[in-house]
């Protein structure tokens, strides 16, 4: 499967954007989704990730309750809704599948298989 993210930009501080991540080569219907971001000189950080089965979500403590992860199966699509951004969400934003099935959420890199491209987003103060 490819992954191709795209919405990036740069916006100002308490600032809304929705990045996109679109999928191609077969269904990810049964893929659990994450997104991940990098910072400059910092690792790879885990945001979201969406369950195949149910579409539960998890996020991490540094975006709860401001970003949302969304799926849209017909369209083989995966969403990141970003809500008051802050300077320090300035990084690369990755998207991520894992294609294990299992139930438990993927939190770590090495439990994805699939990577898109990346998207630059630049929030501003």
């Known amino acids: 499967v490819q992954l191709q993210a795209s919405g990036g930009g740069l916006v100002q501080a308490g600032d809304s954007l929705r990045l996109s991540c679109a999928a191609s080569g077969r269904t990810i219907s049964t893929y659990t989704m994450g997104w991940f971001r990098q910072g400059p000189e910092r690792d790879r950080e885990f945001l979201a990730s969406?369950?195949?089965?149910?579409?539960?979500?998890f996020y991490a403590d540094s975006v709860k309750g401001r970003f949302t992860i969304l799926r849209d199966n017909p369209k083989n699509t995966v969403y990141l809704q970003m809500n008051s951004l802050k300077p320090e969400d300035t990084a690369v934003y990755y998207c991520?599948?894992?294609?294990?099935?299992?139930?438990?959420?993927?939190?770590?890199?090495?439990?994805?298989?699939?990577w898109g491209q990346g998207t630059q987003v630049t929030v501003s103060s």
């Open positions: 969406i369950r195949w089965s149910d579409d539960t979500t």
């Open positions: 991520a599948a894992d294609s294990s099935g299992l139930s438990r959420p993927p939190r770590y890199r090495y439990e994805y298989d699939y």
